[in-house]
T-cell receptor, first 113, second 108 residues
Framework: DTAVSQTPKYLVTQMGNDKSIKCEQNLGHDTMYWYKQDSKKFLKIMFSYNNKELIINETVPNRFSPKSPDKAHLNLHINSLELGDSAVYFC????????????FGPGTRLTVL | LAKTTQPISMDSYEGQEVNITCSHNNIATNDYITWYQQFPSQGPRFIIQGYKTKVTNEVASLFIPADRKSSTLSLPRVSLSDTAVYYC?????????FGTGTRLQVFP
């Protein structure tokens, strides 16, 4: 049983398109996150949600919009994709009482052509 | 914002103890220190977390000096399967900053 799942695993698209990445966790956690890992393997947090409320909103272009329909899901929608958006995007979840013990999904490799 | 830095890479041999240090000079009072392991094409995996002094679990130890400006992940008796990238993570509820990552290569 997958704890944190992401779809799709690979996403190849053209510049200017709009795409979404879905994330679901079945751990019963109340906090979810989106991270970006660039080609140099640097990991940077983008957003975190606690009980569907936005907690961390790092400086990312407003083309990126997270959406949390419920505690088990945190989707990432990206408008007007640019070449620099190419990266691996990781979703993660944790329980707020143990917020630093995060469980990560397998990642979505986004390639913008 | 806190900046966390780590050595880019380290080499070791099977059976040795490996110590990986993370520097976080601007750590805030409420920040915790967490370490993650990442294998290729996988998401990071939690190893250990601490606030101060020493923490030990079944796979690693974490040493944090009194000033908390650095932390050291200690892996006892590494094996080939410990070859991975190790990240420290510093932060609290409203901020999370990953270190630059240390690529550990374990040789037979």
């Amino acid at each position: 049983d997958t704890a944190v799942s992401q779809t799709p695993k690979y996403l190849v698209t053209q510049m200017g398109n709009d795409k979404s990445i879905k994330c679901e966790q079945n751990l019963g956690h109340d906090t979810m996150y989106w991270y970006k890992q660039d080609s140099k393997k640097f990991l940077k947090i983008m957003f975190s949600y606690n009980n569907k409320e936005l907690i961390i909103n790092e400086t990312v272009p407003n083309r990126f919009s997270p959406k949390s329909p419920d505690k088990a899901h945190l989707n990432l929608h990206i408008n007007s994709l640019e070449l620099g958006d190419s990266a691996v995007y990781f979703c993660a979840s944790s329980q707020s009482s143990r917020e630093h013990e995060q469980f990560f999904g397998p990642g979505t490799r986004l390639t913008v052509l | 914002l806190a900046k966390t830095t780590q050595p880019i890479s380290m080499d070791s041999y099977e059976g040795q103890e490996v110590n990986i240090t993370c520097s976080h000079n601007n750590i805030a009072t409420n920040d915790y220190i967490t370490w993650y392991q990442q294998f290729p094409s996988q998401g990071p995996r939690f190893i250990i977390q601490g606030y101060k002094t020493k923490v030990t679990n079944e796979v690693a130890s974490l040493f944090i000096p009194a000033d908390r400006k650095s932390s050291t992940l200690s892996l006892p008796r590494v094996s080939l399967s410990d070859t991975a990238v190790y990240y420290c993570l510093v932060g609290g509820t409203d901020k999370l900053i990953f270190g630059t990552g240390t690529r550990l290569q374990v040789f037979p």
